[in-house]
């Protein structure tokens, strides 16, 4: 069964401060790994996603991702946080080769203070 | 205009009522998704369906129903609602073209039962 974990439900940073987001993950096939970011009152907007292509992944808004297969981690990155980037992130798994289920960490959410 | 658009955005009702949350797509996607999010548990899937003749269980379907009326939407009921029902409530899509099945999520129905 695929499950994804998030460490840390609240990370606070200064603005122009790194961002590091941390998940891993669990699957018994090679995986399909997805950021989401969700903003207040808004649905979730696709970061960026990993499908073997190529290790390291760059998305939207200056945030990149780094698949590391022996870690079985996910993590998220950007080199200098603005206050937009308040948020919450999600990282989420599926399996290739048919069915698209999601499977959802439980969210972290990105304080960014001045 | 909005891609994936949900109806209620807000919703108050009572125990044991029936209600129905709405879904519509301007995508053309084939597949479409109802999820919930709760705190601190991220977002899990309730039904998915992979076209109009097509209605699978999720994680967590018991309480719920859905309806395919036709391609561009995708209605979720509670026959009765309780109010550990109570949550946000996420439509998505995606294209069966896409290999990795990328996900494209409403902007949400936040339910509350009182």
């Known amino acids: 069964a695929q499950s994804v974990t998030q460490l840390g439900s609240h990370v606070s940073v200064s603005e122009g401060a790194l961002v590091l987001l941390r998940c891993n993950y669990s699957?018994?096939?090679?995986?399909?790994l997805f950021w989401y970011v969700q903003y207040p009152n808004q649905g979730l907007q696709l970061l960026l996603k990993?499908?073997?292509?190529?290790?390291l992944v760059k998305g939207i808004n200056g945030f990149e991702a780094e698949f590391k297969k022996s870690e079985t981690s996910f993590h998220l990155t950007k080199p200098s946080a603005h206050m937009s980037d308040a948020a919450e992130y999600f990282c989420?798994?599926?399996?290739?080769?048919?069915?698209?289920?999601?499977?959802f960490g439980a969210g972290t959410r990105l304080a960014v203070h001045p | 205009d909005a891609d994936v658009t949900q109806t209620p955005r807000n919703r108050i009702t009572k125990t044991g009522k029936r209600i129905m949350l709405e879904c519509s797509q301007t995508?053309?996607?084939?597949?479409m998704y109802w999820y919930r999010q709760d705190p601190g548990l991220g977002l899990r899937l309730i039904y998915y369906?992979?076209?109009?003749?097509?209605?699978n269980k999720g994680e967590i379907s018991d309480g719920y129903s859905v309806s395919r009326q036709a391609q561009a939407k995708f209605s979720l009921s509670l026959e009765s609602a309780i109010p550990n029902q109570t949550a946000l409530y996420f439509c998505?899509?995606?294209?069966?073209?896409?290999?990795?099945?990328?996900?494209?999520f409403g902007p949400g129905t936040r339910l509350l039962v009182l």
């Open positions: 998505a899509t995606s294209d069966q073209r896409d290999s990795q099945e990328t996900q494209y």
């Open positions: 699957s018994s096939v090679p995986p399909y």
């Open positions: 990993y499908t073997s292509a190529a290790t």
């Open positions: 989420a798994v599926s399996g290739p080769g048919g069915y698209n289920k999601l499977i």
């Open positions: 995508k053309g996607h084939d597949r």
């Open positions: 369906s992979f076209d109009v003749k097509d209605i």
